[in-house]
């Protein structure tokens, strides 16, 4: 078994999206290549009502797929072909923009107010780019959950792991996506192939991420921004970048660590990127904004 380098562990950074909400990028908007087939991932937790209630109104998706992850609250969504629904405390909506889809997504708090989930892109690849879109949404109680001997709790929503089988299925860029909670103290090897892309992004808890020479802390109770290199206290909201190998080791601190470990074939394909239309070439951005333009964007 190789251990899995850690190239580097970053802060995620601020930013305002939709009708302005404020939430944190741990990564999108650039070079993404050491993440494919993953594009982006924002952090959406907050408790500030006033800072999230604005929401995510009507806009476009082409070429990509959202995963996203409620850890609090709701999130009140409707789309183009006519589908509504809700996404409560654990719940998981994986969307298939394929050809094109108008949707909203609005946020409301829980009786305190807090309003906590993640969303990640998902590429796709050229010859799925126009499928149709699709989602499958998915209740809490029907994500399995597999606890280990010393107490490691992992949920796993999509693909295999110790076991279990996630309930997301037919997503093109064969992803795995688990919530991984281990005990104060506990050091844990945790399995990836080799063949995948991988980051950690953790959000409770702290600890360390150890590489083939130095362990890397990982801590989330600071604050701050930008990237770290050497073994240093990565701040609250951490994503971790790790190198190839077949497995990652990770030693929880004090109070624990909870993390976010997800994995994909990289599809090693061109990006032409447009704010939420993702394509390969810029004749395609071109004719996606054109339809958009003339009403004709929506395939049915």
């Avoid at 990770?250 to 447009?274: C, H, M, T």
């Amino acid at each position: 078994m190789s251990i899995r380098p850690v190239k580097g562990i970053f802060h995620t950074k601020p930013h305002l999206e939709g009708a302005g909400v404020k939430l944190q990028r741990a990564f999108g908007f650039g070079d993404t290549t050491e993440f494919d087939p993953f594009l982006l991932f924002d952090d959406f937790r907050n408790e500030n009502p006033d800072d999230y209630r604005a929401g995510f109104p009507w806009h476009p998706h082409r070429g990509i797929e959202t995963i996203t992850y409620v850890l609090a609250g709701q999130v009140e969504h409707g789309d183009s072909l006519g589908n509504h629904g809700n996404l409560g405390a654990g719940d998981v909506q994986w969307m298939t923009a394929g050809r094109g889809i108008l949707h909203q997504e609005m946020p409301q708090g829980d009786a305190q107010g807090r309003m906590h989930g993640f969303q990640l892109w998902a590429n796709l690849p050229s010859s799925l780019k126009m499928t149709a879109p699709r989602y499958q949404d998915v209740v809490a109680k029907d994500i399995p959950e597999v606890v280990d001997d010393d107490g490691t709790r992992v949920r796993v929503i999509c693909g295999e792991f110790w076991g279990k089988k996630g309930p997301i299925e037919g997503v093109a860029a064969d992803p795995r996506y688990v919530d991984i909670s281990v005990p104060p103290g506990r050091r844990k090897r945790l399995a990836v192939d080799t063949s995948r892309n991988a980051f950690a992004y953790v959000f409770a808890g702290s600890g360390t991420f150890r590489d083939a020479s130095e362990p890397r802390a990982v801590q989330t109770d600071a604050v701050g921004s930008g990237a770290t290199t050497g073994s240093d206290d990565a701040g609250h909201r951490s994503r971790v970048l790790f190198d190839s190998g077949d497995e990652i080791v990770v030693q929880a601190g004090d109070e624990g660590i909870r993390f976010l470990l997800v994995s994909g074939k990289p599809l090693e394909e061109p990006v032409a990127w447009y704010g939420p239309i993702v394509m390969n070439t810029r004749e395609q951005l071109q004719q996606a904004m054109a339809e958009l333009r003339d009403g004709t964007f929506i395939k049915g």
